[in-house]
């Protein structure tokens, strides 16, 4: 089978909730980011054979194929397709693995994923939310669903409670994974660590080039003192992610087309995994899909050298933690979406373009990444490091 190539990969840094990219139109903020993909690998943008686009709020300025609008909006050729995708959280992560088995399969070569979310712009849950107001329709969980489960929706907030209850965490112990990533991500940040990684974008008095959620000074006296979802929880906003604006992106590519355009590797795509499981408690899946990731591959949890669990709420990665077996020291090693934030449907292809750039800079081989979704689903990519 054809390997897949990882050529290239950047992304934005993340805007706050009305901050740096409040003014960005979702299609222009990942209209800059492909633009500086095909720049920073050198490829001929016309050898484009397409665009995948992750994207979970497809409504308002998100709607009417935000993929396709992103490439309008770029300076690719209007000969480059586009598809958008929705896989909730890991939607730019499939997008990747899609891109892969395109590549694998030898039907093309040449493939840019994706993804983009303005929550700002696009509030989260605005396609489910404005056909309500207006009376139209019943909502997206049919009453045979409701009956099946035994509930009148699927919550991600709950779900991360029956974690956080089911392996035993107490509140301090996810404010203090909190801090970690905070830290993490400060230093991290104070390295200029995120420098290769990030596109500038044109902002008021400026350029946005840095993480705007990170809290440099934070403490486990302030993450103690935010109010909890629920009275009696264990969840806050500040142990969960951060609503985020952003765009990422990565040039997946053969080895024909290494050769053909002269493009120097990242990193080479070893595994491609995505289960589903229970859409209650729905944030507990990437612990299965990990171990039938690494069972594929032929590989445990020590052979890898760097993990990015995506940090949607602290319980999720703490579980994961612990139910692998994992190194702690190993885990989101430049911070994750409590400190960074979670830009929905670009959050896939930013950690992708994270966890590439550290382990080159670490000089490590193995990473894995995976995803908590939306109905219980979760992606789990491994790549093999060759920067």
Known sequence: MTQAYIAAACRTAGGKRGGALKDWHPADMAAEVLDALVERSGIDPASIEDVIMGCVGQAGEQAFHVGRN???????????PAVT???????SQQSIQFAAQAVMSGTQDVVIAAGVESMTRVPMGLPFTLPMQHGIGTGPFSARIQERFGVAMFSQFHGAEMIAEKYGFSREELDAFALESHRRA?????ADDFAE?????????????????????????????????????????????????????????????????????????????VTAGDPVIMLEEPIPATARALARAGMTIDDIDLYEVNEAFASVPLAWLQATGADPD?????????????????????????????????RKRYGLQTMCEGGGIANVTIVESLA
């Open 85 to 91: 995708i929705d896989r909730q959280c890991g939607s």
């Open 70 to 80: 992103a490439v309008l909006a770029s300076k690719l050729p209007q000969s480059v």
């Open 186 to 190: 400060a230093r991290a940040a104070q």
């Open 330 to 362: 190993k885990l989101n090693v430049n911070g994750g979406a409590i400190a960074l934030g979670h830009p929905l449907g670009a959050s896939g292809a930013k950690l992708m373009t994270t966890l590439l750039h550290a382990l080159k800079a670490r």
């Open 197 to 273: 990684e990030i596109v500038p974008l044109a902002i008021e008095g400026g350029e946005h080039r840095s993480d705007e959620g990170i809290r440099h000074d934070a403490t486990l006296e302030g993450i103690a003192s935010v109010k909890l979802l629920k009275e009696g929880g264990r969840i806050s906003a500040a142990n969960a992610s951060q609503i985020c604006d952003g765009s990422a992106a990565v040039l997946v590519v053969s080895e024909r087309a290494l050769k053909n355009h002269k493009l120097t590797p990242l990193a080479r795509i070893h595994s491609l995994t």
